[in-house]
């Protein structure tokens, strides 16, 4: 019996198992996933230490206790600031959607009065309505997407302890993967993946170090004009910032409108600061630290990251990108394959 001819069939088969296994389970694999970030983020640092000839469970815990020491000392300084605004925040959420439901019935009695059409009139109240739900939506899903992300400590704290472990094995992985592709293929397989790390590590570093710069600048911008909850508005910008094109404007709404509601000055003042922080970064941060990572003309940018929105929400304007340069990347090979 010719074993090779069942050969494809089989591992098709054994690639739809796992993932549909992965899939069952997919809500225990987040500490996972953070879990891999952070040892592909951390790997070139431990590599540089064990090619000084530091043994490599040595090199882990000697950058686990750095990076640790600086978050804990961020999070020693900024948690409490957070945790007031947080619950500030979540305090005055009735307040501002009252306000919000207050001002949209105040701009519906004014233009009652004036003299259009009823199917106008009928298509504009419902577009009011559209817009109030839209807006009330939006600041109770800020508050609930900042709530869930404090609530996933346990996450957290199991993340670093499995990235401990795939650190350790992190040269390795590479070679584990390439004992599943046919020999012919390897080669190949190799030169793919090394190309996809090399884009993944300029985004996902590049964009690191991007949004944490831009979440200080915006942190700094809203305190100095007075804004409340100028920590985690900061942290929202950061966040969003990293979205291409669109990140921007996602991340100004919330403080835009929040502002509006103490004060049309102190919204034109938020809208001011975003301006300067993104011209920050746009002109001097982003081209200094990111260049062009990706490689993708700015057409195929929008479009991936209107698919990723449409496919997968907010998280697929985040993937959208490295998706799309992994696939630029994938479909170069096949081409030159093919052709």
Known sequence: ??????????????????????????????PFFIGFIIAYILDPFVDILEQSRIPRAWAIIFIYFFFMGAFLLIIFYALPIILVDLNKLIEVVPEYTRFIQDTIR?????????????????????????????????????????????????????????????????????????????????????????????????????????????AILTTLGMYLIGMDFPVLLGIVVGVTNFIPYFGAIIGTIPAFLLALIKSKWLALYVLGVMFLVQQIEGNIISPKVLGDCVGLHPLVIIFALLAGGQLWGLAGLVVAIPLAAISKILLKHIFVRLF
């Open 106 to 214: 105040e701009i519906q009695k004014e233009y009652s009065r004036v003299p259009i059409p009823d199917s106008i009139r009928q298509v504009t109240d419902e577009t009011i309505v559209r817009g109030e739900s839209l807006v009330i939506s939006l600041i109770q899903g800020l508050v609930q997407g900042i709530i869930h992300f404090f609530s996933q400590s346990f996450n957290f704290i199991l993340a670093p302890i499995l990235s401990f472990y795939i650190l350790k094995e992190f040269n390795n992985l590479g070679k584990y993967a390439l004992m599943f592709i046919p020999v012919r293929f390897r080669a190949e397989a190799a030169q793919i993946a090394s190309e996809i790390n090399l884009v993944l590590r300029k985004f996902i570093r590049g964009n690191l170090l991007v949004a944490f710069l831009v």
């Open 1 to 30: 019996m010719n074993y090779k001819i069942l050969r494809i069939p089989g591992t098709l088969l054994v690639l739809l198992l796992l993932f549909w296994f992965l899939w069952s389970v997919r809500a225990i694999l987040t």
